[in-house]
Each structure stands twice: as structure tokens, then as C-alpha cells.
């Protein structure tokens, strides 16, 4: 799959796990933000728990468990570093609880979006 092609699913993909946050209430805050030490694909607010998220969403084509997967350790450094860095240069949400979740989704064999939200996927 070309790169250019990667890049429009993961765009649709992001857009699907925005609808998904909104129906469940959850307030967008940002998109794709972007440091040095990282990228995070949305952060949100829930304010029924009272939550900031940081959402890393993973669209896999081979399916949910191959993007819940692609989440090495790694990877979670860099999000948490970046949410650090976050919370730094916006400091109304520095005394906020946060959580990491993750949006993993796949098309089903009718090309409908399987979509799998991972509430507290890992810790700082």
C-alpha cells in the first residue's frame, strides 16, 4: 500500500474515532498534536469522569488486534512524553486525571468500521 494511500485511511479512520469520542460525550480538544518528543492523535475531555485523554488511534486493514498490536512500548513512551509536554504548556490542564486510550479499527467484510475503544490502555 503507498504511503499517499496510508495516509487518506488513517485521515478517515481519525475522523471515525472523532465521531465515536463526540457520541460518547467526550469534548475535542485537539488534533494531531505535534512536539519533539511525539505525536498524539487526539486529546479529549471527559467530563462525566472528569478526564483529559490522550487518544492514540490505529487503523489496521488485517484487522483490530494487529492495530492494538502496533502500540509497542515504545510508542507509549513517545505519547506519554508528549502528553508531559502537553500538560506543561497548558497548565489549566496540569491538575486534570488523565488517561491514555486507544482507538484500534478495522473494516469489517461489508466495510463497515470495527471499532474496539481500549479505556486506560497503559500508564505513565
Not at 499517499?4 to 460518547?24: D, N, Q, S, V
Not at 512500548?73 to 486525571?97: M, T, V
Amino acid at each position: 500500500m503507498s504511503k499517499y494511500i496510508k495516509k487518506i485511511k488513517g485521515a478517515k479512520g481519525e475522523k471515525t474515532a472523532l465521531r465515536y469520542l463526540k457520541k460518547l460525550g467526550y469534548k475535542i480538544i485537539e488534533r494531531n498534536f505535534l512536539c519533539k518528543t511525539g505525536e498524539i492523535d487526539i486529546i479529549a475531555y471527559d467530563h462525566k469522569n472528569e478526564e483529559l485523554l490522550f487518544v492514540e488511534v490505529r487503523f489496521r486493514q488485517s484487522g483490530i488486534d494487529d492495530a492494538i498490536a502496533s502500540i509497542n512500548y515504545n510508542k507509549q513512551l513517545r505519547i506519554i512524553k508528549a502528553a508531559r509536554y502537553y500538560l506543561l504548556i497548558n497548565p489549566e490542564y496540569s491538575e486534570s486525571f488523565t488517561r491514555f486510550d486507544v482507538i484500534a479499527l478495522s473494516h469489517d467484510p461489508q466495510n463497515k468500521w470495527e471499532i474496539k475503544h481500549i479505556l486506560d490502555a497503559f500508564r505513565t
